[in-house]
């Protein structure tokens, strides 16, 4: 890229951060808006400006996002070039176009420290051995063929995770809140509504708290750092599932003739949420109960840590949050859609709990 358009857009991304961008988040927003040469102009500029970071200095989080997307640049001889070809006027106005966008960003909450700040402890990767099982799991039942084992597979691992849960609520009880603790997962479209609610409900049954920045693609979860883990992997999986599900129902046909239309999708997603998040509360609820009957042999009552928990994440929450604005998730306006949603979501896999044991 020349240098001059690469020193404007280097200024406007540290400003970025100075509102709480992270580097994926940030290139993310400038594919979304403006396409992939948005994208990838982006991400050579962010790059360019963490030349003067030193890596160690950075937040194990930030480090890793940087990572990835020098990882995935294209080996361009350091130089940037638009897909058919490098013409000097074109970059020029994409650079203007970018540099506008990046200077008009809202300003996010803090979840993660800035190059130069101390890094903090937060919601990254724990290195739990519970976790890699749960993410070994997830990745099986995503990628197998067939319905009844991946159901099997995502109950182990959320049995797992619902027991992770629990034993770091155990191990930790009068715990201070941590600083702005959470994550913020992109939710794309179509149907980013009904897949924001799902993220929602997966929020909520591991006591956490999910807020959808819907203009931005955006969802923030607020929770403790071994929930949010869960939270994500669970999340991105049955995501993953509803999208595999929902292309199988396209090779089923109305009484017309036709294959599923939006608005038999739209209901899809929202019943496959609904229901998800009713098996997911039973799920919850029925964990605790176990927990709860054993330790209360050992003469310990696990209610005061659920409560003192659930404060946790409503203080950080109203830390991060002075105002929330709700909007409502439109109901089904198909039938079938809703249906054949709630039976996927019956399939998706957290039934055969109590046959499975955690190992």
């Known amino acids: 890229m020349d240098q001059a358009l690469l020193g404007l857009l280097t200024s406007t991304v540290a400003h970025a951060w100075r509102l709480y961008w992270q580097p994926a988040e940030l290139v993310r927003h400038a594919r979304r ?3 992939e040469d948005a994208g990838r102009m982006c991400a050579e500029a962010v790059l360019a400006e963490h030349q003067g970071h030193a890596p160690d200095a950075l937040d194990p989080r930030w480090r890793e996002q940087v990572r990835v997307l020098g990882q995935d640049r294209p080996d361009r001889g ?4 638009l897909d058919h070809r490098p013409i000097r006027f074109e970059a020029v106005e994409l650079a203007v176009h970018l540099d506008a966008l990046l200077e008009s960003l809202p300003p996010l909450q803090r979840l993660c420290p800035r190059p130069g700040e ?6 990254g990767p724990s290195g739990s051995p519970k976790l890699d099982r749960v993410r070994a799991l997830l990745a099986k039942a995503e990628s197998t063929d067939f319905p009844d084992e991946a159901e099997a597979l995502t109950a182990r691992a959320q049995a797992i995770m619902a027991r992770h849960s629990i034993d770091e609520a155990l191990l930790a009880p009068g715990r201070a809140p941590s600083e702005a603790v959470g994550i913020r997962l992109p939710v794309d479209a179509p149907y980013d509504d009904h897949k924001a609610a799902l993220f929602n409900v997966v929020a909520e049954a591991n006591h956490c708290r999910a807020v959808w920045h819907q203009e931005l693609g955006l ?4 929770g403790r750092p071994a929930d949010l883990e869960g939270v994500e992997l669970l999340a991105t999986s049955l995501l993953a599932q509803a999208s595999s599900a929902m292309v199988a129902t396209g090779r089923k046909r109305d009484r017309a003739g036709r294959g599923n239309r939006k608005a038999f999708r739209a209901s899809f997603w929202a019943a496959f949420a609904d229901r998800i998040g009713e098996r997911l509360e039973r799920s919850a609820q029925e964990a605790e109960r176990e ?8 003469g310990r009552d696990l209610v005061p840590l659920f409560a003192e928990r659930k404060r ?3 203080a950080a929450v109203d830390r991060m949050f002075e105002e929330l604005t709700y909007s409502r998730v439109r109901g089904p306006a198909d039938i079938e859609g809703w249906h054949a949603g ?3 979501a019956d399939s998706a896999a957290l039934r055969a709990r109590e046959r499975i044991s955690d190992g």
């Open 342 to 344: 709630r039976a996927a």
């Open 312 to 314: 946790e994440v409503d």
């Open 219 to 222: 969802c923030t979860v607020v």
């Open 78 to 81: 350091g130089a940037f070039t």
């Open 33 to 35: 808006v403006q396409g």
């Open 291 to 298: 927990a709860a009957a054993e330790h209360a042999a050992q």
């Open 118 to 123: 101390a890094a903090a402890q937060g919601p």
